[in-house]
């Protein structure tokens, strides 16, 4: 019997994601020969030798010259035959190394060399010129992998420690259509951060996570919540997990996540509400056969520590155990600014017979923080206030952020043995939440050199129901396969929220310090104000969908989708000044159309139409009002056309042309300025290129670059005026990470972050001004068991600003910092 374990946790489990197979469990001789050799292959090991060796084909001189191939998916050593006898290369095999082996075939023109490393992508094999033929051989064991015979002496136990990863790129995603379509099939743009991404970059939260992803900006969030802007629409909402929805407010961690996957443009088909400008869902590392011992501490500048904790394995044939834990305690930059938050995630994996596979989780994690809103403004310079980037406006001492997330999540799979897959996935999560903030409020007057500093808190709580059943299943109507999806999401959300104002001294709403010294000790009182909200939100929201992914022809696929959502929204306002009880019910129709051409089978270009809503209720739900109540959902139009290139099945190109339209906004009707009528709102037009790979052996890279020009089409009130650029919307924006490694122990790398200047608000009078930026890092394999990382982040210490809430909330960005993590596997 084989078994693998994995110290880098990455292929086995991010590979059953990626096959979508989890009925075939990893007890079966063949599935593990095919696991152990895909491992083995992503690692990078050398040759071995082989016997028993049968040649093929006659000759090698037409090896460098390209033909045209259509070798069918199937038998490896069937399609090693069918390329030696039309290139007439010479190709040796050994039929007991190749064993069931299978590949997914060559469609296009290649020269064999090429042809060769498509066929053996992924197989654990290898493609070594010898004089006048090429030899095919297994990938070798690397130095400290052993092998041990099972004391029965029946079978041998084969154990690879291995750092097996499949780089930058993943093959294949099930979230953008609920179903395992390569991504090159996929007519939108997605970017993955794989789990080896995260681990070089030193990924721990969500900004961290896009900070290399083309397209996606990072927002301030007030301090207290994860905030990204998707092709100029700013969201705290369109965030999932497992493709489950999670949008509770607060920062996420990344310790127990296998991947990161941004979706750009809208997705309501897939989705449902929201994902008006994009989304990103976390993969959650996931119990499997493959036995993982890491323990990861980490150091760094203004006193950062942090541990974490990741185990693993099999327990029996049908059921697997993980464990992953954090805590961390760590400072900031910023005087006054700490953090401190620890999370546990237990998961177990059954697989009750070959067909069916249950997964069940449990999350409990507490972030405790303080909300640090920034620095104001200067009118007269539009920009930030010039002062000493530590600089805190406010009282660090009374804004505070403490979350509580308690979660529970359940996946049954099982597929019939007419290959129809049933998927049921539910989640069950409650949040407890409270911020108060002590914050600068307004720009900064020149004429006094004094700013005014406002105060509120929030308290929070939400329960979230949901439940999604999928059906997967296959049909010919000729020679036209079907695809198809069918599915039911059941959510029931219960929220409640209040907002109280502080008063300075028990009266003022505001107080005023100077720029020298902008720190505040004045007694506050907290109370509900006519303004302020003490809300409950009941959300009940009901969606089918259905989708068909087409094979035209070997060159051309078309996927066609639509779901309906009916959302119903009872909001209360219980405080007396307002005393309002209203009832949202919205309904709509989220389509999406693409169509593929492959001129090669690693080629695509292709064309995507989609739609998106947003209630009226907003995307926290907390935004009724009588005025709203009534009207139609936003309504966000996307229109993109792209292309992608596998150049090798380790690197891949994409680039895309886009139109996102927000339309059915509220604008003041110009006939009657007492009534307001929705009407177009702004569009963002833009290209995109990304890049994620190995360029060589040793030479990994994920990047790209965004040029998107977005305006107000509408004039929506006295400060949002059409012709106006959107907020946080830079025009420019490049990014580039590279990892090199010089041999099996040293490695580096190298990033650069680079935006053009953007608008903190609509109203276009503040800007925070462009900059770039450098990070850098190093790599030390000390032996088998301990490896070194040194991140350092902003290595030229440049002065800049990150990012912004509103004009007078700018965050200016980390100086020089650096992380050493010591990482053990054993």
Same mark, same amino acid.
């Not at 010898?130 to 041998?156: C, F, H, S, W």
């Not at 069940?360 to 303080?370: G, M, P, S, V, W």
């Not at 914050?439 to 949901?466: K, L």
């Not at 450098?774 to 290595?795: F, S």
């Given at each position: 019997?084989?078994?693998?374990?994995?110290?880098?946790?990455?292929?086995?489990?991010?590979?059953?994601?990626?096959?979508?197979?989890?009925?075939?469990?990893?007890?079966?001789?063949?599935?593990?020969?095919?696991?152990?050799?895909?491992?083995?292959?992503?690692?990078?090991?050398?040759?071995?030798?082989?016997?028993?060796?049968?040649?093929?084909?006659?000759?090698?001189?037409?090896?460098?010259?390209?033909?045209?191939?259509?070798?069918?998916?199937?038998?490896?050593?069937?399609?090693?035959?069918?390329?030696?006898?039309?290139?007439?290369?010479?190709?040796?095999?050994?039929?007991?190394?190749?064993?069931?082996?299978?590949?997914?075939?060559?469609?296009?023109?290649?020269?064999?060399?090429?042809?060769?490393?498509?066929?053996?992508?992924?197989?654990?094999?290898?493609?070594?010129?010898?004089?006048?033929?090429?030899?095919?051989?297994?990938?070798?064991?690397?130095?400290?992998?052993?092998?041990?015979?099972?004391?029965?002496?029946?079978?041998?136990?084969?154990?690879?420690?291995?750092?097996?990863?499949?780089?930058?790129?993943?093959?294949?995603?099930?979230?953008?259509?609920?179903?395992?379509?390569?991504?090159?099939?996929?007519?939108?743009?997605?970017?993955?951060?794989?789990?080896?991404?995260?681990?070089?970059?030193?990924?721990?939260? *969500?900004?961290?996570?896009?900070?290399?992803?083309?397209?996606?900006?990072?927002?301030?969030?007030?301090?207290?919540?994860?905030?990204?802007?998707?092709?100029?629409?700013?969201?705290?909402?369109?965030?999932?997990?497992?493709?489950?929805?999670?949008?509770?407010?607060?920062?996420?961690?990344?310790?127990?996540?296998?991947?990161?996957?941004?979706?750009?443009?809208?997705?309501?088909?897939?989705?449902?509400?929201?994902?008006?400008?994009?989304?990103?869902?976390?993969?959650?590392?996931?119990?499997?056969?493959?036995?993982?011992?890491?323990?990861?501490?980490?150091?760094?500048?203004?006193?950062?520590?942090?541990?974490?904790?990741?185990?693993?394995?099999?327990?029996?044939?049908?059921?697997?155990?993980?464990?992953?834990? *954090?805590?961390?305690?760590?400072?900031?930059?910023?005087?006054?600014?700490?953090?401190?938050?620890?999370?546990?995630?237990?998961?177990?994996?059954?697989?009750?017979?070959?067909?069916?596979?249950?997964?069940?989780?449990?999350?409990?994690?507490?972030?405790?923080?303080?909300?640090?809103?920034?620095?104001?403004?200067?009118?007269?310079?539009?920009?930030?206030?010039?002062?000493?980037?530590?600089?805190?406006?406010?009282?660090?001492?009374?804004?505070?952020?403490?979350?509580?997330?308690?979660?529970?999540?359940?996946?049954?799979?099982?597929?019939?043995?007419?290959?129809?897959?049933?998927?049921?996935?539910?989640?069950?999560?409650?949040?407890?939440?409270?911020?108060?903030?002590?914050?600068?409020?307004?720009?900064?007057?020149?004429?006094?050199?004094?700013?005014?500093?406002?105060?509120?808190?929030?308290?929070?709580?939400?329960?979230?129901?949901?439940?999604?059943?999928?059906?997967?299943?296959?049909?010919?109507?000729?020679?036209?396969?079907?695809?198809?999806?069918?599915?039911?999401?059941?959510?029931?959300?219960?929220?409640?929220?209040?907002?109280?104002?502080?008063?300075?001294?028990?009266?003022?709403?505001?107080?005023?310090?100077?720029?020298?010294?902008?720190?505040?000790?004045?007694?506050?009182?907290?109370?509900?104000?006519?303004?302020?909200?003490?809300?409950?939100?009941?959300?009940?929201?009901?969606?089918?969908?259905?989708?068909?992914?087409?094979?035209?022809?070997?060159?051309?696929?078309?996927?066609?989708?639509?779901?309906?959502?009916?959302?119903?929204?009872?909001?209360?306002?219980?405080?007396?000044?307002?005393?309002?009880?209203?009832?949202?019910?919205?309904?709509?129709?989220?389509?999406?159309?693409?169509?593929?051409?492959?001129?090669?089978?690693?080629?695509?270009?292709?064309?995507?139409?989609?739609?998106?809503?947003?209630?009226?209720?907003?995307?926290?739900?907390?935004?009724?009002?009588?005025?709203?109540?009534?009207?139609?959902?936003?309504?966000?139009?996307?229109?993109?056309?792209?292309?992608?290139?596998?150049?090798?099945?380790?690197?891949?190109?994409?680039?895309?042309?886009?139109?996102?339209?927000?339309?059915?906004?509220?604008?003041?009707?110009?006939?009657?300025?007492?009534?307001?009528?929705?009407?177009?709102?702004?569009?963002?037009?833009?290209?995109?290129?990304?890049?994620?790979?190995?360029?060589?052996?040793?030479?990994?890279?994920?990047?790209?670059?965004?040029?998107?020009?977005?305006?107000?089409?509408?004039?929506?009130?006295?400060?949002?005026?059409?012709?106006?650029?959107?907020?946080?919307?830079?025009?420019?924006?490049?990014?580039?990470?590279?990892?090199?490694?010089?041999?099996?122990?040293?490695?580096?790398?190298?990033?650069?972050?680079?935006?053009?200047?953007?608008?903190?608000?609509?109203?276009?009078?503040?800007?925070?001004?462009?900059?770039?930026?450098?990070?850098?890092?190093?790599?030390?394999?000390?032996?088998?068991?301990?490896?070194?990382?040194?991140?350092?982040?902003?290595?030229?210490?440049?002065?800049?600003?990150?990012?912004?809430?509103?004009?007078?909330?700018?965050?200016?960005?980390?100086?020089?910092?650096?992380?050493?993590?010591?990482?053990?596997?054993?």
């Amino acid at each position: 019997m084989i078994k693998i374990f994995d110290t880098n946790r990455t292929s086995v489990s991010e590979r059953k994601h990626a096959e979508n197979r989890p009925w075939t469990s990893c007890h079966q001789p063949a599935t593990l020969f095919i696991a152990i050799s895909s491992a083995l292959f992503y690692f990078g090991l050398s040759s071995s030798s082989f016997a028993n060796v049968a040649v093929v084909g006659t000759d090698i001189s037409a090896s460098t010259a390209a033909h045209s191939y259509s070798i069918p998916a199937g038998s490896l050593a069937a399609a090693l035959n069918h390329l030696s006898r039309e290139s007439g290369t010479p190709i040796s095999t050994d039929s007991a190394e190749i064993g069931e082996i299978t590949t997914q075939g060559l469609e296009g023109k290649y020269t064999v060399p090429d042809a060769l490393d498509h066929l053996l992508a992924g197989s654990g094999m290898q493609a070594v010129s010898q004089g006048n033929q090429y030899a095919i051989q297994r990938l070798a064991m690397a130095p400290g992998e052993t092998v041990q015979v099972e004391k029965d002496g029946i079978l041998p136990t084969v154990t690879v420690l291995a750092n097996s990863s499949t780089g930058y790129t993943v093959p294949k995603i099930t979230t953008a259509t609920k179903t395992n379509t390569p991504l090159i099939n996929v007519p939108q743009s997605v970017s993955v951060v794989t789990q080896e991404a995260i681990k070089d970059q030193n990924v721990l939260s *969500m900004s961290d996570a896009v900070r290399y992803v083309p397209g996606v900006g990072i927002s301030q969030g007030e301090g207290n919540r994860d905030a990204l802007v998707f092709r100029g629409n700013r969201s705290t909402a369109d965030f999932f997990v497992d493709g489950i929805r999670d949008d509770v407010q607060y920062f996420r961690d990344i310790y127990n996540i296998e991947r990161v996957e941004v979706l750009k443009g809208p997705n309501g088909m897939i989705f449902g509400r929201g994902g008006s400008g994009g989304v990103i869902n976390r993969v959650q590392k996931e119990a499997d056969w493959n036995r993982v011992r890491e323990i990861t501490a980490q150091v760094g500048s203004w006193d950062a520590k942090r541990v974490a904790l990741d185990v693993g394995q099999g327990i029996n044939d049908t059921s697997a155990v993980r464990l992953n834990a *954090m805590y961390e305690d760590s400072g900031s930059f910023r005087n006054g600014v700490d953090l401190k938050r620890y999370g546990i995630n237990p998961t177990v994996t059954l697989a009750p017979g070959a067909q069916t596979k249950v997964v069940l989780n449990a999350e409990y994690f507490k972030d405790e923080r303080t909300a640090d809103r920034g620095v104001p403004s200067l009118a007269s310079t539009r920009r930030p206030i010039d002062v000493d980037v530590r600089t805190f406006f406010g009282d660090p001492a009374r804004s505070n952020s403490d979350t509580e997330l308690k979660a529970a999540n359940a996946l049954v799979e099982h597929k019939f043995d007419n290959q129809v897959l049933l998927r049921n996935r539910t989640r069950y999560a409650s949040q407890d939440k409270f911020y108060e903030n002590v914050y600068p409020g307004a720009a900064v007057n020149p004429a006094t050199a004094e700013v005014a500093i406002s105060a509120y808190n929030n308290t929070s709580h939400r329960d979230t129901f949901i439940n999604q059943t999928d059906v997967l299943f296959s049909l010919n109507t000729g020679t036209v396969k079907h695809d198809m999806l069918a599915g039911l999401e059941l959510s029931h959300q219960d929220s409640d929220s209040r907002r109280n104002t502080g008063y300075f001294n028990g009266t003022a709403a505001t107080v005023n310090v100077p720029i020298s010294n902008p720190l505040t000790s004045t007694p506050l009182t907290y109370k509900l104000s006519a303004t302020d909200g003490d809300n409950n939100s009941i959300t009940k929201n009901a969606g089918v969908y259905i989708q068909d992914q087409i094979t035209l022809m070997p060159k051309w696929q078309a996927i066609l989708g639509l779901r309906y959502d009916l959302v119903d929204v009872d909001f209360v306002n219980k405080n007396p000044a307002a005393n309002q009880t209203l009832n949202s019910r919205d309904n709509f129709w989220s389509p999406r159309a693409g169509l593929i051409y492959k001129p090669a089978t690693n080629v695509s270009v292709y064309g995507n139409y989609s739609l998106a809503y947003v209630p009226r209720a907003g995307e926290q739900l907390t935004s009724l009002s009588v005025t709203n109540a009534a009207l139609e959902p936003e309504k966000f139009k996307n229109l993109e056309i792209g292309t992608k290139w596998d150049i090798r099945p380790d690197l891949a190109l994409t680039t895309a042309l886009f139109q996102l339209d927000r339309t059915n906004v509220i604008v003041p009707d110009p006939n009657n300025t007492a009534r307001s009528i929705l009407a177009d709102g702004q569009r963002n037009k833009g290209f995109e290129l990304g890049l994620a790979g190995r360029i060589t052996s040793a030479w990994s890279m994920m990047g790209g670059y965004t040029y998107q020009d977005g305006e107000i089409t509408n004039t929506q009130s006295a400060t949002i005026k059409a012709g106006s650029v959107l907020a946080e919307l830079p025009k420019n924006t490049f990014s580039l990470w590279n990892r090199y490694d010089f041999n099996s122990m040293w490695g580096v790398g190298l990033g650069v972050v680079s935006r053009s200047k953007m608008y903190a608000s609509t109203d276009n009078t503040i800007y925070l001004p462009g900059f770039t930026r450098v990070d850098a890092a190093v790599y030390a394999r000390i032996d088998k068991t301990w490896r070194a990382q040194l991140n350092i982040e902003n290595l030229f210490d440049k002065v800049y600003w990150a990012s912004a809430h509103n004009n007078n909330n700018l965050s200016p960005g980390s100086p020089i910092a650096a992380r050493l993590s010591l990482v053990a596997n054993f």
